[in-house]
């Protein structure tokens, strides 16, 4: 089959926890498929994917990274993408554009606290995915236990269809139950095919009869099958989980160890199987002249791409787009629809990681780099001149930790601010300002890694000497009680025809009826760790009669909006509030729109400085993987960092840790734990949303 067939294509991410194995299955696929030669390791810095000298440095995989390869007559568009939390935004990008993922789990670990994220944001983005148990040749490595963490923790319903073949490090294959066929692999990767080894045919019987008994009570055809039949063909099978994957009704388990080379081709065998090609996804949904419209995956449609990533370097910009309709020669003009600015394509390029191949076109399904587009940045939407369509881009995380960056050199702030800019462009994540009072150039971002690799990576493609004060968090402040009837009057009259605006304002902290976008579920975090969130902020009017008209209470939300950039503890955003227009007047010549945005952005901030105000700090929660003696002490530590303790279990020799951490308290502790624990311990964070510091109030009292 021609690979180029749209229900030839297969779109797909490998997501994961950090050190879950995703860069090592990805390198494993490049060579089973034979687009590489040479088996690379993470290790030893000679993978495919993580090719940033950074990435190699350190081990992990910052950057997402794009590599095609063909399978079965199935060309593969693969997307290896980062598991620490710091870069949790690169996933949400790759998750825009992806048809379908495979969720890569330890063996040992099972479902762990960003594999879990990266899951739910998959959930919302509606991407269907199959599951890799890997590292199955570890110690304490268990399928059932893992397969078990996916029912409770992900709430998933998981099709087991393998059952391994030995145990740790006697794991030497795995039971194909659908077929009943054995696949064997030898310890250099020779792969074999043959009948069920006799100790394992009667648990492989009866593995197989639950999964027939758990698809059949999921779909009707597998139902009626198995009620004529009393069993479910292979061929049936094949359908049924394709069904059933496509839907998130069921998640199809496959297992193995990348590193040993063990389960990479039915791994395969499954993602081109179950998993949908671009035809099967829904149409892509965009605004054109403001009405909504959708486009199918066709290569006659008219043409439209969205960028979700750029590499912005010294020799040039190579931009990253998924084609969801048309066709796109080298050479075409695009348009991009949300400036309303044309670009042309000078190049086309199939990616591999940071080696191109060059085509003359791409279609409906390819994701593609294009070199040429000079102002296209992350999100924005390429389509035909004649034909505009304007796509959602991937929602952005605002930065929660910042630091104050200069250059050592007087003569090399030019260079910086360059540099800093090329930073933005590639990773929207990332957020620079000059601070008004100190001056300070200011980087922001999602951790202090994120940071650390920002600035890393400025030294090493500038040549930069650069000066990094110490990082802070983003607070936010919010209403602990509130006030009533707080009246304002606003009167200017300086020549000509003047300002008059009468306003009553109610301001009460807002505890309900919003929401609170937390990572953290099930309870886990205290319902003070709820008060206040991302947009905290209700408007509502109460005012009868006409005494303030319909556009002037709309004026006065404006300049309460307005009010909240600011609040009166530390002049941090406001969240977590709601301000009720009780009352008003207003003057027959005077009164305007204008003048009642002023009234109301006075009001409010007359009102929040007599409110008891609470400052709000970002917290995270902290999973903390230690050896049993040292538990002790990483307790005490995480207690003198205002750790809240959520959770301790015990694994083998080892204890897991989880807290919810202050942010700003998380700094430097890397470095603490190392000591602690003699190098032994880990620890991984994901953002949990805000919480009151306490003694911090605007009444001088102390928070409860």
Known sequence: ????????????????????????????????????????????????????????????????????????????????????????????????????????????AGVEPQSEAVWRRADRHGVPRIAFVNKLDRAGADLDTAVESIRTRLHGTPLVVQLPIG????????????????????????????????????????????????????????LEEFCAESAISARTFATVLRDLTRTGEGVVVVCGSAYRDRGIEPLLDAAVSYLPSPLDVPAVRGVQDGSPQERAADPAAPFSALVFKVNATATGRLTYVRVYSGTVRKGDTVLDAGTGRTERIGRILRVRADRHTEVDRAVAGDIVAVVGLKTSRTGTTLCAPSAPLLLEPPAATDPVVSVAVEARGGGDADRLATALARLVEEDPSLAVRTD?????????????LHLEVAVEKIRRANGLEVRVGRPQVAHRETVASGVSGLLYRHVKQDGGAGQFAHVVLDVDPLEAGFEFRSSVTGGRVP???????????????????????????????AGCRDALAEGPLGGHPVTGLRVTLTD???????????????????????????????????????????????????????????????????????????????????????????????????????AAGYAPVPGVTSAGEPSR
């Not at 008004?436 to 202090?448: D, H, R």
């Not at 951490?661 to 964070?685: D, K, M, N, Q, S």
């Open 436 to 448: 008004a009072e100190t001056g300070q150039t200011v980087l922001s971002g999602m951790g202090e």
């Open 167 to 222: 145990r740790e490090d006697t794991f030497t294959g795995v039971v194909d139950l659908p077929r009943m066929r054995a696949l064997l692999w030898t310890d250099d990767g020779v792969f074999t095919e043959g009948p069920v080894p006799d100790p394992l045919l009667e648990e492989a019987l009866r593995r197989r009869r639950l999964l027939e008994e758990t698809v059949a009570e999921l779909h009707p055809v597998a």
């Open 1 to 108: 089959m021609r690979t180029d067939q749209l229900n030839n294509v297969r779109n797909l991410g490998i997501l994961a926890h950090v050190d879950a194995g995703k860069t090592t299955v990805t390198e494993r696929i490049l060579y089973v498929t034979g687009t590489t030669h040479k088996r690379g390791e993470v290790h030893d810095g000679t993978t495919v994917t993580d090719f940033d000298p950074q990435e190699r440095d350190r081990g992990i995989t910052i950057f997402a990274a794009a590599v095609s390869c063909v399978w079965d007559g199935h060309r593969i568009n693969l997307l290896d993408t980062p598991g620490h939390v710091d870069f949790s935004d690169e996933v949400e990008r790759s998750l825009r554009v992806l048809d379908g993922a495979i969720a890569v789990f330890d063996g040992v």
């Open 527 to 557: 319902q003070e760790y709820v008060q206040a969130v991302e947009a905290g902020f209700e408007f509502r009017s109460t005012v009868t009669g006409g005494r303030v008209p319909r556009e002037y209470v709309r004026a006065v939300e």
């Open 584 to 686: 008003g007047a207003t003057h027959p010549k005077d009164s305007s729109e204008l003048a009642f945005r002023a009234a109301g952005r006075f009001a409010l901030r007359e009102a929040l400085r007599a409110c008891r105000m609470v400052l709000l700090e970002p917290v995270v929660e902290v999973t903390v993987v230690v050896p049993g003696d040292t538990a002790g002490g990483v307790l005490g530590d995480l207690a003198a960092r205002r750790g809240r303790i959520l959770d301790t279990s015990a694994r083998t020799d080892t204890v897991v840790i989880t807290a919810t951490v202050p942010l700003a308290e998380v700094f430097g502790y890397a470095t603490r734990l190392r000591g602690r624990t003699r190098g032994r311990g880990i620890f991984t964070t994901r």
